[in-house]
């Protein structure tokens, strides 16, 4: 009997199923905010920043992946717009979803050096927290490598940045994640008053980013 196919995709999984993802930065939580349908719709949030490869990526090459963890604080379950795609508008003026800057230690704008790669980003959807719940949420584009050489690529919807491995300046990235509700949902759960709607800003503290040499 040929098992050596099933030994071969064993061997597959293990391997990738060995390298989690590394943390890079997690922010402190945000304060809760208020906001929404309901005097109850309560959030807070915060940010965090993985290294490794993406699910079904089978490249050596280490792509960053960025989460926005949102905890439902409001005493009801909560629904919230979570506009992943940015409304493909990466105007500044637009505020939807996820935006972020990246400062050095003397607190300018660090200019973007990104060169290019994929573009698929997270869906734009409603959400809904059951009470006292957290969730995780993908929330920058997916297929933006870094160099073989190592260093870390920090790439954003309207942003991307990348700071080369040899880099031993600190940097900080200061984010903020808002929920915008389309006028068009009305759910069952929030027709018969089970749940509310959060619409509002979160405001991550600051973070510290620093090079990922090899």
């Not at 909560?78 to 990466?90: C, K, V």
């Not at 870094?146 to 040899?166: A, M, V, Y």
């Not at 069952?188 to 991550?204: N, P």
């Amino acid at each position: 009997m040929r098992i050596w196919p099933i030994i071969l995709v064993l061997a597959y999984d293990l391997a990738f199923a060995a390298e989690e993802p590394k943390i890079i930065a997690t922010s402190d939580w945000s304060k809760p905010v208020g906001g929404g349908t309901d005097w109850m719709a309560n959030i807070r949030g915060r940010l965090v920043i993985l290294q490794g490869r993406e699910v079904g990526d089978a490249s050596v090459l280490l792509s960053t992946m960025v989460y926005v963890e949102l905890q439902n604080m409001s005493g009801k379950p909560t629904e919230l717009y979570f506009d992943g795609a940015h409304g493909h508008d990466f105007r500044t003026e637009y505020k939807g979803g996820l935006n972020c800057e990246l400062f050095d230690s003397q607190g300018k704008a660090v200019s973007e050096s990104g060169s290019g790669g994929g573009f698929q980003v997270p869906r734009s959807e409603w959400i809904s927290l059951p009470l006292d719940s957290t969730i995780r949420l993908r929330a920058n584009p997916f297929g933006f490598r870094s160099t073989k050489e190592g260093g870390l690529r920090l790439p954003f919807l309207g942003h991307d940045w990348f700071i080369k491995p040899q880099d031993t300046n600190h940097y900080f990235l200061v984010a903020s994640f808002t929920s915008i509700s389309p006028t068009n949902h009305v759910s069952e759960e929030l027709k018969q008053g089970r749940s509310v709607v959060w619409d509002g800003t979160l405001l991550f503290p600051k973070i510290v980013i620093a090079s990922q040499g090899r």
